[in-house]
DNA sequence: AATGAATGAGCCTTCATTCAT
DNA sequence: TATGAATGAAGGCTCATTCAT
């Protein structure tokens, strides 16, 4: 049984594909994968459709990505470099840090909760039991790093004596993360909700995160300022 | 055949089997199910493994369930039921609801955080696109209905003069909902970390979801008690 | 790159198929495997075709037999110990062991150049580079085993004076097996001959292997007998 | 735009580059060819690892090539060219016709047992239910062919008084060849021994094999000259 | 009602061959 | 002529579902 049940074919020296660089047919590729993945999910997304959805043959797509797994992967890198940088700019894009933080708050949400993000994360989270990897790198390399900046702005506007001292800024970071997603996110996961919000949904619930956030974190300088007359 | 082989007593109500309603085997069912979509998702579970854990031939599943999907929906109410009585009870064992507040949000994040429930999530999440009805169902029952009840339970804390007025209550449960699972929940999901929380680790969360929670909904006493004087 | 292309699916507990056990059914598809493959190879014999070929769909081999490979390793084994049985009886059906060898000699050449036998030597050494173990353990039960027996049976004529001693017995049976095939079989295996040999073929060319070996290894009474009056 | 643009000295014989012809090309796609099939045989032989293994591209394959079984069939034509060679030229260069038989099974031994020539034997065999006309060319230009050349030295020995008269001197021929490759060829066809046989082995089995074709077929010399002083 | 053998559509992937450049 | 991207038929295998017993 161990025997030659092994060795079968000798796999071949896997003559690694430098080939199937032409973008253009790349960029095609993942279009169709985009659709289909976007509309069935991993599993039952078929190898077949996704050629038929990005017009090329079925052996076309095994010249560009490896298996399906491959091309998945690919795709949702793609999609998460394209929109990272959107988000994260906004941080710096205010002189004011306070502004600055609502105002990434909002791209964030609009970003998180547009049609392909919120597929990806479906199909993420769908398949993150039998291939971990995916998952974590994911969360990673999204939300986890997110954080992070967050968090590393946070620790600026302490500095400043913008905000109260924190004591765990990742906690704090993640807390404002979620904040400005209550009610947002989770029905869209879960497809209760088939739109994204508006933007007047967005500006109120960034809002209300705001204010509880600053409510905790924020430096109470009215307080300060009337107590003291107040005496 | 069935007929008056056996007289006995009275062989049982005799409605008692109709089509597939016999409660035990329904339960195996159930049971090897669980096991099995909690270790492969909907898509890579088989009905074949489902049989073999189950114990029970390949036939009997589709006397009991109409097809795969059904009988994910069913299980997945079944788990619901079973954990939505822990966690709610929670909120009225508590003479004091800042703490019975407190003590919920513990419960329900030990809860939400469990292997069965994690898994569940994943795979409702990965399959709301194809199937939405399982999806929103999910989330009407699960988490919506979770936020629904706290929401009362804060408009009571602001009659009783526990907490400030509350503009939004169905955000505020949201937001207090999300703020106990930050950091938490959502590395579970993508499977980055894989084993659930500690107490320790839920009880720091919750005591900063609290304080942020307070920070911005709680009466301020000190304020309140403070000011007299000043006048 | 090494991370999660490994676990993929988890296997699935490889759920043993304890089924499948309607010899029927078995006997039926190991006859269709038999034709296609005799008739196309290994490689260019396809399931699909052995499925039609023996009536019976394609999944119902999957349930008989774990794959390609073993289905045809069952089938080999089968036919050989349909032939072995055969053959080697013949060594102990003459009380005269010289004209036991001949006999057993033409079994033998008769047996290897049937269609099957034939053929499954084609495959089996055609598939040999590719899947050793098959090649191996088919020469060791074959030929192998065939050689030993006659090596057996040559110690004992030796022993009881019926030959002259022979210093390597493994090699003097080889030696034997291979002068009764000799311009028969290899024909053959290349296709270059159509057809079975003729018993006047078989008989022909066994006596021509008999008196060479007799030249060799025979007790030579009539040197014997006729030298002493040369004296 | 061939025509005129440089006339150097003369662009060559112009009818150099027929249809695929440059020589080079074609030596370095056998030599890839060799390589692939050697390792796995006919049908596991993809032309993309021929193309790569040749350093060529694959669409060239098809310029030089028919198509695949052309390839293969021009590859063993090549292989066998070369090494019939070297064997047969062995049965002129010893005096003594007895000695040059023996070496000429020594080299033939060592020929036949060589990694390209077993794999060219299991290939062909394996193909010859297929494609019949390969097994067939196969089995008469190598193994017939040498049979035949072996026959007439056999014939030429029996003339010259060094053996004693063969009645069937094709089938003699066949005799020795076999006689000489006992216990060596088979286990390499089966791939049940993977290396060559060492000189010592060969010299063992073919001093066995010129010790029993010549008990069959030499002349007795002894008894001639021992009988005269018998009459 | 329970069984489990049988089905066959469908999946992912490979590969000989073609053809525009 | 040489290239290698593209093709699409075909292969091995799986699995939800059915049905005779």
């Known amino acids: 049984m161990t025997e030659n049940s092994k060795p079968k074919v000798k796999p071949a020296p896997r003559n690694r594909r430098i080939a199937g660089m032409d973008p253009e047919k790349r960029h095609q590729i993942l279009e169709g994968a985009h659709q289909v993945f976007t509309a069935r999910g991993f599993d039952a997304a078929s190898m077949n459709d996704i050629a038929a959805a990005a017009n090329v043959s079925k052996g076309t797509l095994y010249v560009y990505f490896e298996d399906k797994e491959h091309l998945f992967v690919a795709l949702i890198e793609r999609e998460r470099e394209a929109q990272k940088r959107g988000a994260f700019e906004a941080l710096d894009q205010d002189a004011d840090p306070v502004r600055a933080l609502a105002n990434f708050g909002r791209c ?19 398949v993150a039991e039998r291939m971990p ?19 590393r702005h946070l620790e600026r506007m302490v500095a400043e004596g913008k905000l109260a001292p ?66």
Chains 1, 2, 3, 4 share one sequence.
């Open 108 to 126: 964030l949400v609009r970003m998180i909760n547009c049609e392909f993000a919120v597929s990806a994360h479906r199909i993420v989270i769908g």
């Open 133 to 151: 990897d995916i998952g974590r790198t994911f969360y990673e390399n999204g939300p986890m790093l997110g954080a992070g900046l967050i968090a």
């Open 166 to 231: 924190i004591a765990d800024p990742e906690l704090a970071a993640m807390q404002f993360l979620d904040l400005c997603q209550s009610s947002l996110t989770r029905p869209r996961l879960f497809n209760a909700v088939r739109t994204p919000p508006s933007e007047a949904e967005i500006a109120h619930v960034v809002n209300e995160a705001m204010a509880m956030f600053m409510a905790r974190y924020g430096v109470r300088r009215q307080l300060e300022t009337v107590s003291p007359p107040a005496l």
